[in-house]
């Protein structure tokens, strides 16, 4: 019998993008994946026109059976106690995109990647931001040149509204992670337009 799947999910502060990511979580969960959910500052404080921090938190914590992980101190282990196979984030804001590319390490997500990254292991970044495609354009492209980073496939959400908006197509995650697991890309990396 082999072990299931751990998986780390770290979510940021994008918060229309939430209630796509929850059905991805309950799949994974559903699959027999141990889940656990970890929070940046803002994504497991703020409430918003999206919902509340409790109400996330308390969804996370029913969908996964366990707490989130939401201080820097308590991601810092994820690395030296081996906890995951493989860490999401998803969403992955152009902000928490910019601070991996540049190697800061202020919030609980971002020490998380560094930590799991301390043992080799695939970092999935599901990318959700208004500037994809001016701003974090070049710390996309950065990642894209790391190893052990690995990308859901995505694309301009909305070329017409927002032409630099970029968003990653979350029914992808779970395929994503399965390449990632093998040391592949998922391609194609960048999709048509639409809603995905």
Same mark, same amino acid.
């Given at each position: 019998?082999?072990?299931?799947? !751990?998986?780390?999910?770290?979510?940021?502060?994008?918060?229309?993008?939430?209630?796509?990511?929850? %059905?991805?979580?309950?799949?994974?969960?559903?699959?027999?994946?141990?889940?656990? %959910?970890?929070?940046?500052?803002?994504?497991?404080?703020?409430?918003? !026109?999206?919902?509340?921090?409790?109400?996330?938190?308390?969804?996370?914590?029913?969908?996964?059976? !366990?707490?989130?992980?939401?201080?820097?101190?308590?991601?810092? %282990?994820?690395?030296?106690?081996?906890?995951?196979?493989?860490?999401?984030?998803?969403?992955?804001?152009?902000?928490?995109?910019?601070?991996?590319?540049?190697?800061?390490?202020?919030?609980?997500?971002?020490?998380?990647?560094?930590?799991?990254?301390?043992?080799?292991?695939?970092?999935?970044?599901?990318?959700?931001?208004?500037?994809?495609?001016?701003?974090?354009?070049?710390?996309?492209?950065?990642?894209?040149?790391?190893?052990?980073?690995?990308?859901?496939?995505?694309?301009?959400?909305?070329?017409?509204?927002?032409?630099?908006?970029?968003?990653?197509?979350?029914?992808?995650?779970?395929?994503?992670?399965?390449?990632?697991?093998?040391?592949?890309?998922?391609?194609?990396?960048?999709?048509?337009?639409?809603?995905?």
């Amino acid at each position: 019998m082999t072990n299931p799947l !751990r998986i780390g999910f770290a979510l940021t502060g994008s918060f229309c993008t939430f209630s796509r990511v929850l %059905p991805v979580i309950q799949s994974l969960t559903g699959d027999g994946c141990v889940v656990t %959910p970890v929070l940046s500052a803002n994504a497991g404080s703020l409430d918003t !026109r999206f919902g509340t921090a409790a109400g996330w938190r308390d969804r996370l914590s029913t969908l996964t059976g !366990r707490a989130p992980i939401d201080t820097i101190a308590a991601a810092e %282990p994820i690395g030296p106690k081996a906890m995951f196979d493989v860490l999401v984030v998803a969403p992955c804001t152009g902000n928490t995109l910019a601070k991996l590319a540049h190697g800061i390490t202020d919030t609980p997500v971002t020490m998380a990647v560094k930590s799991h990254l301390r043992s080799e292991k695939p970092v999935v970044l599901a990318v959700s931001t208004n500037d994809g495609l001016a701003g974090s354009a070049a710390n996309l492209g950065m990642l894209l040149n790391r190893r052990h980073y690995y990308f859901v496939p995505l694309r301009q959400d909305a070329p017409a509204a927002k032409p630099r908006s970029l968003v990653a197509d979350m029914r992808l995650v779970p395929d994503t992670i399965a390449s990632a697991l093998e040391g592949r890309q998922l391609q194609p990396i960048l999709l048509a337009p639409g809603d995905g």
